[in-house]
């Protein structure tokens, strides 16, 4: 797993502010505002999505994390949820597939969930003082920035304890590694 760290973060919410704010003027020329934000927040999220998925490294539950996504964006879509629960729902799948990529613990994670409504309460706030789509998104994107500094398993200090090499389970484990190695080059 290939952790990002705070610099890119920022980066990366440089670009989703960016992104909307040029998203909103695009898709408000066609579209009311209320749903021209539902589909900012889907576009910027589903992006997000990616970024994450690429720096994970991990190979396995690419495809369905994005099915899962798009399926629940898109009902939520159909359904016309109103505007906090529509960003609600998507800072959630976003905090969802940080859990499940880049935190190896229940403590983690939670401390993750923690950054998710911090970076929230900051957008809104954000927003009712200067209006500015960007500068909400921008400061929701930069304390999500700070999840990469989240350790790994916060009850470990984020560093993993060696398995045992006798022990049977890490025996059986490897045999199933080199088993599934053997059946990919095949």
Not at 2 to 25: I, K, Y
Request: aromatic share 8%; no cysteine.
């Amino acid at each position: 797993m290939t952790r990002p760290g705070f610099l890119e973060g920022t980066l990366v919410a440089l670009a989703a502010s960016l992104a909307a704010g040029a998203l909103f003027a695009t898709l408000s020329l066609a579209l009311p505002a209320i749903p021209a934000l539902r589909w900012v927040v889907a576009l910027v999220a589903f992006g997000y999505l990616i970024y994450l998925l690429g720096r994970s490294g991990a190979k396995v539950g690419r495809v369905s994390a994005v099915l899962a996504w798009a399926l629940v964006s898109g009902i939520a879509l159909a359904l016309h949820l109103p505007l906090p629960t529509f960003v609600l729902l998507h800072t959630g799948m976003a905090w969802l597939v940080r859990s499940l990529y880049f935190h190896g613990g229940l403590v983690a994670a939670l401390a993750d969930l923690g950054l998710i409504l911090l970076g929230l309460a900051g957008a809104v706030w954000a927003q009712t003082q200067s209006g500015s789509l960007f500068l909400a998104v921008w400061s929701l994107m930069l304390v999500q920035a700070l999840f990469a500094l989240i350790p790994a398993d916060l009850r470990r200090g984020g560093v993993a304890e060696p398995p045992d090499p006798d022990d049977a389970f890490e025996r059986a484990h490897r045999g199933a590694e080199a088993a599934l190695r053997r059946m990919h080059s095949a």
